[in-house]
């Protein structure tokens, strides 16, 4: 398939007419095989834009196009080729591992659902866990749990919010170089929310920065760090966040 | 069709896996029809004990009526505790940005009702025919049309009780206990509706489950198949369903709109 994997243009969400807009003017094309990455401070409308890619929310305004696929018409068709990771979005605590991933493989319509999941478990180091409820694991298990998820689909686009947030360094580490690989092996596309700069810094082609809903600036992190003269992202997330 | 079906067996795999991990949940699907029917037997026992002929079958009536009510309660909770599982788990936000389409939802929560009310009610079937030998499978085949319309009537009720927890959060979730419940004068599981007030009947009649149980006594006391009744009651049955459904349906994209399948078990 050509094209893009996501246009979005003009998105917008206002939720009360008497509030500002959460998100304003969105705009943006996320080439296939990219990594970009989504960044702003707390409610800047990062989960805002995303559960509106993901179809969760209806957009006031604007459209979004996930592999061709409108998805204020054709959400379903779309979804099915995407997937999605969040820590704030749980697993069923009590179904095993290997429970949680069968559940997600029929949603899915994954083909040869057994062979996936081995496949899964074995490059996410969770073969020893998968018959362990998924409650009874630790937050780093949990996160290549969820992530194991997101892949089941072999997915084009994937969304991922936070991937690596309560994470310790090696975990962390760990779960960039698998994303890295899933997206050199597939050519899919990635859009990540962080506020872990070097994460960013690391995965993302290209970043864009939102501040109350809006992108106040984007480019490549090396570009960006260039342009505002700073040592890293983070001092330039700083200097937008600061700005008046 | 088959990804459709495939979808609809996921989310039925993921309940019946949580089934399977916690034993507590199956005795309490067992529980209160047990309870029900224990409590109502003893009734029934005294009652024909106490009379001869009417208050034996009256008797019988009665034990039919908790039967087949508790059929009705269990469906609608099952489909609604069903969808509250998503919510408690927090995992309603991997349900919503699946493939699975709302009807596949609603489907594969109806299957797990029924599956929930066989749990349920069976046993305490089986009770009341080695309590109190009474044998509700003594009404013949029209007790599958009964337990049916009874079934569909909780679903049309969990899909408004799911509207409403769609439209108003987790604060909502006592309805899935509570709502039926209300019903159950109106249901005229005990008596004919006959007996309400005049002004009462239209509103009986409305429901289903009236109908349901105006043929049940026409089957025990009068050994008769009540055609009419049971062809309203399944009428009334799609009527419910599709305004339930259209609710339900009305509901989700409102959620879509306000954000709030974002922190809906808030």
């Given at each position: 398939?050509?094209?893009?994997a996501l246009v979005v243009e003009?998105?917008?969400?206002?939720?009360?007419?008497?509030?500002?807009?959460?998100?304003?003017?969105?705009?943006?094309?996320l080439p296939r095989g990219a990594t970009w990455g989504l960044l702003g401070g707390n409610g800047a409308g990062k989960t805002t834009t995303i559960a509106m890619l993901l179809g969760l929310l209806v957009p006031s305004a604007?459209?979004?196009?996930?592999?061709?696929?409108?998805?204020?018409?054709?959400?379903?068709a779309a979804l099915a080729r995407m997937n999605f990771s969040s820590p704030y979005i749980a697993l069923p605590h009590r179904l095993s591992v290997r429970e949680?991933?069968?559940?997600?493989?029929?949603?899915?319509?994954?083909?040869?659902?057994?062979?996936?999941?081995?496949?899964?478990?074995?490059?996410?180091?969770?073969?020893?866990?998968?018959?362990?409820?998924?409650?009874?694991?630790?937050?780093?298990?949990?996160?290549?749990?969820?992530?194991?998820?997101?892949?089941?689909?072999?997915?084009?686009?994937?969304?991922?919010?936070?991937?690596?947030?309560?994470?310790?360094?090696?975990?962390?580490?760990?779960?960039?170089?698998?994303?890295e690989a899933y997206r050199a092996e597939s050519g899919a596309a990635i859009l990540l929310a962080s506020h872990n700069m070097a994460e960013v810094e690391r995965l993302c082609a290209h970043v864009l920065m939102l501040k109350r809903g809006r992108v106040v600036d984007q480019g490549a992190p090396a570009d960006l760090v260039r342009r505002y003269g700073r040592a890293d992202l983070e001092q330039v997330f700083l200097a937008i966040a600061r700005a008046a | 069709m088959r990804a459709s079906l495939r979808r609809i067996w996921g989310l039925i795999f993921r309940h019946l896996a949580l089934y399977r991990?916690?034993?507590?949940?199956?005795?309490?699907?067992?529980?209160?029809?047990?309870?029900?029917?224990?409590?109502?037997?003893?009734?029934?026992?005294?009652?024909?004990?106490?009379?001869?002929?009417?208050?034996?079958?009256?008797a019988g009536v009665l034990l039919?009526?908790?039967?087949?009510?508790?059929?009705?309660?269990?469906?609608?909770?099952?489909?609604?505790?069903?969808?509250?599982?998503?919510?408690?788990?927090?995992?309603?936000?991997?349900?919503?940005?699946?493939?699975?389409?709302?009807?596949?939802?609603?489907a594969g929560l109806a299957a797990m009702s029924m599956l929930r009310t066989l749990i349920g009610v069976l046993p305490a079937m089986l009770l009341a025919w080695l309590l109190y030998a009474f044998d509700i499978l003594a009404m013949g085949p029209?007790?599958?049309?009964?337990?049916?319309?009874?079934?569909?009537?909780?679903?049309?009720?969990?899909?408004?009780?799911?509207?409403?927890?769609?439209?108003?959060?987790?604060?909502?979730?006592?309805?899935?206990?509570?709502?039926?419940?209300?019903?159950?004068?109106?249901?005229?599981?005990?008596?004919?509706?006959?007996?309400?007030?005049?002004?009462?009947?239209?509103v009986a009649l409305m429901l289903p489950a009236a109908h349901v149980f105006e043929g049940m006594r026409a089957a025990l006391l009068e050994g008769r198949v009540d055609g009419g009744h049971l062809a309203a009651a399944f009428v009334l049955d799609?009527?419910?369903?599709?305004?339930?459904?259209?609710?339900?349906?009305?509901?989700?994209?409102?959620?879509?709109?306000?954000?709030?399948?974002?922190?809906?078990?808030?």
């Amino acid at each position: 398939m050509n094209g893009p994997a996501l246009v979005v243009e003009g998105l917008a969400k206002r939720f009360a007419p008497d509030r500002p807009p959460a998100v304003e003017d969105l705009t943006f094309t996320l080439p296939r095989g990219a990594t970009w990455g989504l960044l702003g401070g707390n409610g800047a409308g990062k989960t805002t834009t995303i559960a509106m890619l993901l179809g969760l929310l209806v957009p006031s305004a604007g459209r979004i196009l996930a592999l061709g696929h409108d998805m204020a018409k054709d959400r379903f068709a779309a979804l099915a080729r995407m997937n999605f990771s969040s820590p704030y979005i749980a697993l069923p605590h009590r179904l095993s591992v290997r429970e949680n991933l069968e559940v997600y493989a029929h949603l899915y319509n994954v083909p040869r659902m057994r062979r996936r999941i081995a496949e899964l478990a074995e490059e996410m180091a969770l073969t020893e866990f998968l018959d362990r409820p998924a409650g009874e694991l630790s937050a780093g298990q949990k996160t290549r749990v969820a992530l194991a998820k997101a892949l089941l689909n072999r997915p084009e686009l994937l969304l991922l919010d936070e991937p690596t947030a309560s994470l310790d360094p090696d975990t962390a580490d760990w779960v960039r170089g698998r994303l890295e690989a899933y997206r050199a092996e597939s050519g899919a596309a990635i859009l990540l929310a962080s506020h872990n700069m070097a994460e960013v810094e690391r995965l993302c082609a290209h970043v864009l920065m939102l501040k109350r809903g809006r992108v106040v600036d984007q480019g490549a992190p090396a570009d960006l760090v260039r342009r505002y003269g700073r040592a890293d992202l983070e001092q330039v997330f700083l200097a937008i966040a600061r700005a008046a | 069709m088959r990804a459709s079906l495939r979808r609809i067996w996921g989310l039925i795999f993921r309940h019946l896996a949580l089934y399977r991990r916690s034993p507590p949940r199956v005795v309490e699907l067992m529980y209160w029809p047990i309870l029900q029917m224990v409590v109502w037997g003893f009734v029934t026992a005294y009652l024909a004990g106490a009379g001869q002929g009417v208050a034996s079958v009256a008797a019988g009536v009665l034990l039919g009526g908790v039967l087949l009510w508790e059929a009705a309660l269990r469906s609608q909770m099952g489909f609604s505790i069903s969808f509250l599982e998503e919510i408690w788990s927090r995992n309603l936000g991997h349900i919503f940005v699946s493939p699975l389409r709302p009807a596949e939802l609603v489907a594969g929560l109806a299957a797990m009702s029924m599956l929930r009310t066989l749990i349920g009610v069976l046993p305490a079937m089986l009770l009341a025919w080695l309590l109190y030998a009474f044998d509700i499978l003594a009404m013949g085949p029209v007790l599958v049309a009964f337990f049916a319309a009874l079934l569909a009537m909780g679903w049309a009720v969990a899909l408004g009780v799911t509207a409403m927890i769609l439209r108003w959060g987790a604060g909502a979730e006592a309805l899935a206990w509570s709502v039926l419940f209300g019903l159950t004068p109106f249901a005229c599981v005990f008596y004919p509706v006959a007996v309400l007030p005049a002004w009462l009947q239209p509103v009986a009649l409305m429901l289903p489950a009236a109908h349901v149980f105006e043929g049940m006594r026409a089957a025990l006391l009068e050994g008769r198949v009540d055609g009419g009744h049971l062809a309203a009651a399944f009428v009334l049955d799609a009527l419910w369903l599709a305004a339930m459904g259209a609710l339900f349906l009305r509901q989700f994209e409102a959620a879509r709109i306000r954000g709030s399948l974002l922190n809906i078990g808030e």
